[in-house]
Every structure is written in C-alpha cells, then in structure tokens.
C-alpha cells in the first residue's frame, strides 16, 4: 500500500462521517495535526495505537484503513467486532 492509499481512505472515511479533522480528533483521541499530517501523506508512519483509534471512530476496518481489504462492508463487520472486544 502506499502513503497515497492511506491518506485518500482515512480522509474519504472521514469525510463520509461529515466529521472535520478536528472532530475526528476528538472522537478517535488522535491529535487533529496528526490526522492532517497523515492524510496529505507527511507522515509516513502510524501506530499500532493510532490505527486502531481512527479505525472504530470512522467505523471502518484497520484493513480497509491500510489497503489490505477491498470490500468495505466487511471492513465495517470487522470495526464492529473489534468494538466487541
């Protein structure tokens, strides 16, 4: 996956929510900066914290977040059962 794939998924979930990046960033605990810096690809890196945090405040699978799943509607089931967790 490249930084592109990331940043376009996490600003297109984001967007989906009708959320700004500071909302997001007080949904998910992520600073609203970092959100910014990961979608316009400055930042090359995310934590294992970080994904997780942005990926249950969008509803959205770390998968889909990262490239590795397609399918968006498993991607949501998946965000689902990690809540469950």
Avoid: P
Avoid at 20 to 35: D, N, P, Y
Wanted: hydrophobic fraction near 40%; charge should be neutral.
């Amino acid at each position: 996956m490249s930084e592109y794939d990331f940043a376009e998924r996490l600003r297109q979930a984001r967007q989906r929510c009708g959320w700004s990046q500071t909302e997001l960033g007080k949904r998910s605990g992520v600073h609203h900066m970092a959100i910014s810096r990961l979608e316009r690809g400055e930042k090359k890196d995310v934590t294992g914290g970080t994904l997780r945090k942005l990926a249950l405040a969008l509803g959205v699978s770390a998968d889909w977040l990262l490239g590795i799943e397609d399918d968006e509607s498993q991607s949501l089931a998946a965000a689902v059962a990690l809540v469950g967790a």
